[in-house]
């Protein structure tokens, strides 16, 4: 199964509104947790990461609230901007520094409307 | 700047032909890691490796092989390219020292198997 799940595939915002992503897990030993960007015929590139030792994490617009309990994440941008257009993939993992193998959601496509 | 290069980054194949796609990264990193990429899939881990001369199946690994004859090279093999193996193929590296965890990719190559 599915064991790191995106149940939105689409979501919309007005400019200056307020983003939110969310993302579920299954498994209780992934420790490490992340968002990434995707423009259409790009890579992917990572936005914010947290360790499972926090429960939320800011960096400019961007905030990551881990619910641990409740094997869910998600990723708040604020002041969204048409630029923030994308696909936005969750990611959790297991492991220490660069070796937690990273699973993926299916992606949530985010449309900032102006 | 992180440098992951695939090659090639487009190619049709035919039924039962054999693909080999290729990815250099110049980051020192010794993880490599084979995705794919379908619509409403997300990004799928396929082979990984964590050090040269080795390599490890990820979730979906039927279908293909992975080498890493180098700490900088690491292919992924389509002995028979199949219908479904159609798909975008991201190549990534990361740090095992690093505090971030996050996965350097490449620009992609796009497989269209007839």
């Known amino acids: 199964g599915q064991q790191v799940k995106q149940s939105s595939p689409s979501l919309t915002v007005q400019e200056g509104g307020i983003s939110i992503l969310n993302c579920d897990y299954e498994n209780d030993m992934f420790d490490y947790f992340a968002w990434y960007k995707k423009y259409p015929d790009n890579s992917p590139t990572l936005l914010i990461s947290?360790?499972?030792?926090?429960d939320k994490r800011e960096d400019g617009r961007l905030t990551v609230f881990l619910n641990k309990s409740g094997k869910h994440f998600s990723l708040h941008i604020t002041a969204s901007q048409p630029e923030d257009t994308a696909v936005y993939l969750c990611a959790a993992g297991e492991g220490q520094g660069g070796s937690a193998k990273l699973i993926f959601g299916e992606g949530t496509k985010l449309t900032v409307s102006s | 700047e992180a440098a992951v290069t695939q090659s090639p980054r487009s190619k049709v194949a035919v039924t039962g032909g054999k693909v080999t796609l290729s990815c250099h990264q110049t980051n020192n990193h010794d993880y490599m890691y084979w995705y794919r990429q379908d619509t409403g899939h997300g990004l799928r881990l396929i082979h990984y490796?964590?050090?040269?001369?080795?390599?490890e199946k990820g979730d979906i690994p039927d279908g293909y092989k992975a080498s890493r004859p180098s700490q900088e090279n690491f292919s992924l093999i389509l002995e028979l390219a199949s219908l479904s193996q159609t798909a975008v193929y991201f190549c990534?590296?990361?740090?095992?020292?690093?505090?971030?965890?996050?996965?350097?990719f490449g620009e992609g190559s796009k497989l269209t198997v007839l």
């Open positions: 947290v360790r499972s030792n926090v």
């Open positions: 490796s964590y050090v040269a001369d080795s390599t």
């Open positions: 990534a590296s990361s740090d095992a020292g690093s505090n971030t965890g996050q996965l350097y």
